[in-house]
């Protein structure tokens, strides 16, 4: 069965500081997504991924798919207070159903 | 962009009662829908894929029997959780497959149930 590992498992970081969460699969990723969520509330859909070397940027937060297809990371440049929460990766599997990492907790302090 | 309404955002029922927990796609039809729960902390954990119009598809260890699923229609699937108990008390969440890849799954806003 696909599964993800996120790394760290959570992060305090200061405002203003960068940081990188990172998603390891077992297998090949056929569509990696990253998502955030504040517990209790619903995920938001960040972004998508599905070409080896793919890269994409939003606002202040871009992610990578490497070559391979096994690894993903996330990279949030001058974190803000705004940016808190649980970061999840998501894989859809060969089932057709989606796949979900531990999540990472990410604080920022201002 | 694509919405997936969830309701109740909360519940709290007592202890042998069965409570309803409805996931809509408002502007694009879905015929497949996940749900999923998640405890305190911890990541989204798969309990079943509701296809319209036929028998929900559970995954292992959880009891068809106790988390009954409908999708009677492209736009709306229930989640009841019969005769609960206090070990049933989570954070539900649904989501939808939509047509375009490029948007992921769209997820519902959640249902936090306590059972007391």
């Known amino acids: 069965s696909q599964e993800l590992e996120q790394s760290p498992q959570s992060l305090i970081v200061q405002e203003g500081k960068n940081l990188t969460i990172n998603c390891t699969s077992s297998?090949?990723?056929?569509?990696l997504y990253w998502y955030k969520q504040k517990y209790g509330e619903g995920l938001i859909f960040l972004m998508m991924l599905q070409k080896g070397g793919e890269e994409k940027s939003h606002e202040k937060i871009t992610a990578k798919l490497d070559e391979k297809k096994q690894q993903s990371s996330l990279h949030i440049t001058a974190s803000q207070p705004s940016h808190a929460g649980i970061y999840l990766c998501?894989?859809?599997?060969?089932?057709?159903?989606?796949?979900f990492g531990d999540g990472t907790t990410l604080t920022v302090k201002p | 962009g694509a919405v997936v309404s969830q309701h109740p955002s909360r519940v709290i029922c007592k202890s042998g009662t069965s409570v309803k927990i409805e996931c809509r796609s408002l502007?694009?039809?879905?015929?497949?829908m996940f749900w999923y729960r998640q405890f305190p902390k911890q990541s989204l954990m798969l309990m079943a894929t509701?296809?319209?119009?036929?028998?929900?598809?559970?995954e292992q260890g959880v009891e068809k029997d106790k988390f009954l699923i409908n999708h009677a229609s492209l736009t709306l699937s229930t989640l009841t959780v019969t005769s609960a108990h206090p070990e049933d008390s989570s954070f539900y969440i649904c989501?939808?497959?939509?047509?375009?890849?490029?948007?992921?799954?769209?997820f519902g806003s959640g249902t936090r149930l306590t059972v007391v």
């Open positions: 998501g894989a859809d599997t060969n089932a057709g159903k989606s796949t």
């Open positions: 509701s296809n319209e119009g036929s028998k929900a598809t559970y």
């Open positions: 989501s939808a497959s939509r047509l375009k890849a490029s948007y992921g799954y769209t």
């Open positions: 502007d694009f039809q879905a015929t497949t």
């Open positions: 297998k090949t990723l056929y569509g």
